[in-house]
């Protein structure tokens, strides 16, 4: 079944909010307060630090301003942290987007003021993005090792010749090190 392109209801706000790969939309319209998140309310979100984290833009801007709209959210893809990112970016879009179109522009500036003091990331998407797996590049050839052990021998030797440059004791000190 093809999905269905329909228009938002006079009265609606739509906004996005974007974490990684993570989307959420958000429609605010008028209601009663009510905020679902892929149809359950906000308040069932786990874990709780999570949930804490998505109720941020609501405690910022205060209860008050919600008890007049309902917000439903959508959010799809990325994991757990970067869903909450994005649900609550988009609930502080939306709220902002609401209040410029149907309520005055001095309300919507200070909502916009309080959300941006506390956190940019609010109202601004994170542009990072999650790390890409390395290319299947050649990797550079290792250079050809010597064995540690030969050269401290070598040093040694070298070392024992110039203290005592007598045969007797060069042929000696190689035969202990090398042998």
């Known amino acids: 079944m093809a999905a269905v392109l329909t228009r938002p209801t006079p009265g609606t706000v739509q906004c996005f909010g974007r974490k990684k790969t993570a989307v959420a939309v958000a429609y605010?319209?008028?209601?009663?307060?009510?905020?679902?998140?892929?149809?359950?309310?906000?308040?069932?979100?786990?874990?709780?630090?999570?949930?804490?984290?998505?109720?941020?833009?609501?405690?910022l801007a205060g209860r008050s301003r919600f008890k007049d709209i309902d917000m439903r959210i959508r959010v799809r893809g990325g994991g757990k942290t970067s869903q909450i990112y994005?649900?609550?970016?988009?609930?502080?879009?939306?709220l902002v987007a609401y209040y410029q179109k149907y309520v005055d522009e001095a309300?919507?500036?200070?909502?916009?003021?309080?959300?941006?003091?506390?956190?940019?990331?609010?109202?601004?998407?994170?542009?990072?993005?999650?790390?890409?797996?390395?290319s299947l590049a050649v990797a550079v050839p290792a250079r050809v090792s010597r064995s540690r052990t030969v050269e401290l021998r070598r040093d040694l030797l070298l070392e024992a010749i110039s203290i005592s440059p007598t045969w007797l004791h060069v042929q000696y000190t190689m035969r202990f090190l090398l042998g």
């Open 86 to 94: 994005s649900i609550r970016q988009a609930i502080a879009k939306s």
């Open 28 to 59: 605010c319209k008028p209601g009663r307060g009510l905020i679902k998140v892929n149809g359950a309310p906000i308040e069932l979100i786990r874990p709780e630090m999570l949930r804490l984290k998505a109720f941020e833009p609501i405690l």
């Open 107 to 134: 309300a919507k500036k200070e909502v916009k003021e309080i959300f941006g003091r506390y956190d940019r990331t609010l109202l601004v998407a994170d542009p990072h993005a999650a790390a890409s797996p390395r």
